[in-house]
C-alpha cells in the first residue's frame, strides 16, 4: 500500500480523497494555488504545498511543480481527483518515469479512451453496443453522404477529440451535411487543435445513462450499476440519479454485465465510466470516462461501496475489495449540484459564504469544502457541494431530498438551490419521465433561462 498520497486537486473531491486517504491509514499531502491558501483541503491534509498561481494553467495543471511537490514530500501516489490532470495519459506516464504511482488508469487507456473514435473501434471490438455510424474519421463530404444515406438522417458530426458539445452538428437532411461537417471540423481545429470528426445517427429524444465500472488491472472487473445524468444544461450535469428510471434490475444487470465483460478483456485498471445514450429500450455507446467523476456518490449510496478506497487499492496492486456477486443496489440515490451560481441566469456568483448550515439526518449527504466564511475564488469552477440523498425506494428519495433542500441555507452568494427545489416538485422529475432536452426545455418554458452573453 501506498505509504503517502498527493492529492492533485482542490475543492469537495480533494476533501473526498483525503477521507479515503484517513480511512487507509495513509498520510496526504494538498496542493494549492494561491487562491486557495485558506481552503479546506489544505487545512485538513497532513502537509500542504504551493504550486503556483491562481490560473489552474500554472497550478493545478502544472505537471512540473506537481512532480517537485512529490520530490519534496515524498509522496508515493497522486490522486488526480477529476478534471485538471485526471484524464492527461502524458501526467500518468511522467509519474511513472519517477517512481510515483498514479491512482487512476493504465495511461494507454486513458489515451484510447481521449479519443472518440478509437474509443468507439475499441467498444465496439469489446462487444458493447454503439450508434450506427462511420468506421473511423471522416474528411470526404462525399463518403459522409453515402454513409448518413446508410444509416438515415438525421445525422450528427462530432469531434473526435471532442467535449461539452464543442465540434458538435446535426444534419437533418443531405442539404445541411456538407455545411455541418465543415462547421465541426472548423469548430474541433480551434477548440482542440485536431479537426478530426465522425459520424453517427443522431439520437432526438435520448436518457444521458452511464455504468460505472471498476477494474484490478489484472483482467478482474465490476459494474456497479448506473446513473441517469439526463438532467444536464449546457453539458454540464445538474441532477443525477442511480438506478435509473427508466431501467429494471433485468436490464441493469444486462448492460451492466456487457461493461464488466467489455473491462476485463482491456484488463482495464481502477474506475471508469462508460456511457450510453439509451432510447427506445437500446443502449448506445458514446463515451467512456478513464476518472472518478463528480457523481460518483450516487453510486456509493446505493451499493455502500467506497469508490476511492477501490481505486487506491487498485493502483496500490491489491485487487478489488468485492466481487460482482457482492455488489447490490439498495434503494434509490440523488444527487444535486450546488454551484455557485444565479439560480435563473446562471452567471457564477464568486464571493464570501456569510452563512452556511448543511442538511443532515438518515440518508442525507453532503460533500463540500465550503463552510461559513469561506470565500469562493472566482477562478475555477462553480460548484460548492453536492447534496446526495438516499431512501428505500425512489419516492422516500424525493420525499428526503424536498426536506434536504428547504434545510440548507447557503447565505452571501448565488447558488442553484432555489432550482433544485422547483425542481423536486415538478410532475415529470417526480414521475422520471426525462430525457437529454428535458431540462433546457422546461428552463425556456418557465423563462428560468435568461440568456447571458457570451459564456
Ligand atoms: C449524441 C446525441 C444524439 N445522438 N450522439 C453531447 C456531448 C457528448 N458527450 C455527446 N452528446 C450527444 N451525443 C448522438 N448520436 C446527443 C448528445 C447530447 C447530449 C448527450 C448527453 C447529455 C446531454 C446532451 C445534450 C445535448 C446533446
Known amino acids: 500500500m501506498f505509504d503517502k498520497i498527493l492529492i492533485a486537486n482542490r475543492g469537495e473531491i480533494a476533501l473526498r480523497i483525503l477521507r479515503a486517504a484517513k480511512e487507509l491509514g495513509i498520510a496526504t499531502v494538498a496542493v494549492h494555488s494561491t487562491a486557495d491558501a485558506d481552503a479546506m483541503h489544505v487545512r485538513l491534509a497532513d502537509e500542504s504545498v504551493c504550486i503556483g498561481p491562481p490560473a489552474a494553467r500554472e497550478s493545478y495543471l502544472n505537471i512540473p511543480s506537481i512532480i517537485a511537490a512529490c520530490e519534496i514530500t515524498g509522496a508515493d501516489a497522486v490522486h488526480p481527483g477529476y478534471g485538471f490532470l485526471s484524464e492527461n495519459a502524458r501526467f500518468a506516464e511522467v509519474l511513472a518515469h519517477h517512481n510515483i ?52 438522417y438525421p445525422v450528427l458530426v462530432k469531434a473526435a477529440s471532442g467535449g461539452g458539445g464543442r465540434g458538435m452538428k446535426v444534419a437533418r437532411t443531405e442539404g445541411d451535411l456538407e455545411q455541418a461537417l465543415t462547421m465541426a471540423r472548423t469548430e474541433a481545429k480551434a477548440a482542440f487543435g485536431d479537426d ?32 441517469d445524468c439526463s438532467l444536464q444544461r449546457r453539458h454540464q450535469k445538474v441532477w443525477e440519479e442511480g438506478g435509473s428510471p427508466a431501467l429494471d434490475a433485468a436490464m441493469r444487470a444486462e448492460i451492466g454485465g456487457i461493461c464488466a465483460n467489455a473491462m476485463r478483456q482491456l484488463s482495464y485498471l481502477g474506475a471508469g465510466t462508460i456511457e450510453f445514450l439509451y432510447e427506445d429500450g437500446q443502449f448506445y455507446f458514446i463515451e467512456m470516462n478513464t476518472r ?11 451499493t455502500g461501496i467506497d469508490l476511492v478506497n477501490e481505486q487506491i487499492r487498485v493502483a496500490a496492486g491489491g485487487g478489488l475489495s468485492v466481487v460482482q456477486e457482492d455488489i447490490r443496489v439498495e434503494g434509490h440515490a440523488i444527487e444535486c449540484r450546488i454551484n455557485a451560481e444565479h439560480p435563473a441566469t446562471f452567471r457564477p456568483s464568486p464571493g464570501l459564504i456569510t452563512y452556511f448550515h448543511p442538511p443532515g439526518g438518515l440518508g442525507v449527504r453532503v460533500d463540500s469544502a465550503a463552510f461559513q466564511g469561506y470565500r469562493i475564488p472566482p477562478n475555477y469552477d462553480s460548484l460548492i457541494g453536492k447534496l ?29 438551490l432555489p432550482l433544485f427545489r422547483t425542481l423536486v416538485r415538478n410532475a415529470d422529475v417526480q414521475n422520471g419521465d426525462y430525457d437529454i432536452h428535458w431540462l433546457e426545455d422546461f428552463l425556456a418554458r418557465e423563462g428560468l433561462s435568461e440568456t447571458d452573453p457570451k459564456r
Open 196 to 227: 478530426a470528426v465522425y459520424l453517427e445517427k443522431y439520437l432526438t429524444k435520448p436518457r444521458h445513462i452511464e455504468v460505472q465500472i471498476l477494474g484490478d488491472g489484472r483482467g478482474g472487473a465490476v459494474h456497479l450499476a448506473e446513473r
Open 101 to 152: 504511482g498514479f491512482i487512476g488508469p493504465k495511461a494507454e487507456h486513458i489515451r484510447v479512451m481521449g479519443d472518440k473514435i478509437e474509443a468507439k473501434r475499441t467498444a465496439k471490438r469489446l462487444g458493447i453496443p454503439c450508434v450506427p455510424g462511420s468506421e473511423g474519421g471522416i474528411t470526404d463530404p462525399e463518403e459522409a453522404k453515402r454513409v448518413a444515406a446508410e444509416i438515415g
Open 292 to 302: 472518478i467523476q463528480v457523481e460518483h456518490p450516487v453510486t456509493e449510496m446505493i
Open 388 to 416: 446526495i440523498v438516499h431512501g428505500r425506494t425512489r419516492n422516500e428519495c424525493l420525499m428526503r431530498l424536498r426536506r434536504a433542500l428547504d434545510e440548507f441555507v447557503v447565505d452571501g452568494i448565488d447558488t442553484t
